[in-house]
């Protein structure tokens, strides 16, 4: 629908929708300045309050900013493209750095990482996906990760304590090589997985973890990993910002569909 | 962080977290009440509006509902499980029913469909994906499912025109073989996919389409088919609520890693 023809809406909406539009059809593109809102408000003949009304739907939405003083931008969406299949994929017997750093490395940016490790007692998601009581002691090692020193997602996993304790999964220090090839070296290699993905809101503490900006959905990926006899000695929760990643699946016909 | 200890913070916030943790924890669980307006205003010694501004929080995180005169509910999130990977697995020959349809009645609920078909321009993100230019024809197949007459999801498929014409595709009826088995018997079948997920605020026609409520985001969905020599066949643009879906994908490793 053409702005045009939303000439009934309140002033604040047609402004919304004409810059909608224009975003979406790619006229204005990501990091492109609006016009300024004495600009904006000539060309509709309203006054600034409305102007920034209607931007202020658009900033609820994530589709542009405020940088003031220098005015509305529309907001950058580089994707950080994240792979669950990656994690169950072969890798170098003696890795110099984990799959986020690589991949981050390779993309000519830097990486790092904030750990931290403690025990808690499981909440009934963690507990129902682990195989244990609420309640029951795990450790949880949580991360954020950040690219050129900005958070970008949270990866906290978590183990039942009695498969991890006295190990280097228990030490808040980097791991090179992965907490899936320690647990591999414990004697609890993971045979499959399930990835489960939910789309929410953040709650305050993923919007104060990761400096979220308002309009923010995150991508919640719970990553269950499985013994081959089906214990599960895993549970990664990754909390995504919608704005800063693409989830990527490859998937393959098991025989060709004919006529 | 209890909500005692968020004694500094105004009265508003107080609510939204009190009502924020009891919902988190589980002490409040889905489609039970809140305490009424009144209730809440005496605990917290604070005038009906604070109260109304606290819960407003939530509901515009998604976390309740407000359902006058009866008061507000913690929403409910019945998920449907979406997967992906069910696309690409046999089916029965001669199926009765669609996989979506097939899912809903085996969980005891009514599928059923709006279809519009048509042709369109292709924008760019579809252009890309289908290996065309911008602007070129192609066929949308747009849907929504609804469940039990609730509008649940959108699912947009679309074709290059010329792979496409004078088939079932192009007409808006219900097709209990999917278009997958169409295109096969065309000469396209699949051979692989890419699955893409993005997560972002709907857009006012996806608001309007699936009947959303405030604080829904939605996980964009793109299925991208190709043939065994690598030509995408069809692209389609699922769009699931966050509030109704959760995503599942199962995943193994290709060799056990050990120590």
Redo the contacts between chains.
């Keep these: ?1 053409a702005a045009e023809q939303r000439a009934g809406a309140p002033a604040y909406q047609r402004i919304a ?1 004409t810059y ?1 539009d224009q975003i ?3 006229e204005l593109t990501p990091g492109d300045r609006l016009p300024t809102e004495a600009d904006i408000a000539a060309r509709f003949g309203v006054v600034r309050q409305t102007v920034r009304n209607g931007l202020g739907v658009l900033i ?3 589709l542009i900013v405020a940088r003031r003083p220098h005015g509305y931008f529309v907001r950058d969406r580089e ?1 950080m493209v994240y792979r ?2 990656q ?4 890798r170098p017997a003696t890795p110099a750095m984990d799959r986020f750093s690589q991949q981050i490395v390779d993309e000519g940016r830097t990486p790092s990482q904030l750990i931290q490790v403690s025990l808690i007692q499981a ?2 998601d963690l507990a129902q996906r682990l195989g244990l009581d609420p309640g029951d002691a795990i450790v949880a090692r949580r991360r954020v990760r950040l690219i050129n020193g900005e958070p970008t997602n949270l990866n906290d996993s978590h183990f039942p304590l009695d498969l991890v304790k006295d190990s280097e999964i228990m030490s808040p220090a980097y791991l090179p090589r992965g907490t ?2 320690v647990l ?2 414990l004697g609890h ?13 953040p ?3 993923e919007i104060h973890r990761l400096s979220l900006g308002p ?1 923010t ?3 919640v990926h719970y990553d269950t990993g499985y013994t ?1 006899d089906g214990r599960p000695v895993q549970c990664a929760v990754n909390v ?1 910002p ?2 800063r ?15």
């Design positions: 629908m929708a909608r979406r059809s790619g609820t939405d994530g994707h669950p299949q994690k169950s994929r072969p909440g009934p899936d090839q591999a070296e290699p993971q045979h499959h997985a399930i990835d489960e993905i939910f789309v929410r809101m709650n305050p503490e309009g959905p995150v991508a081959a995504l919608g704005d990643h693409k989830i990527v699946f490859e998937r393959h016909w098991p025989t060709t569909v004919t006529a």
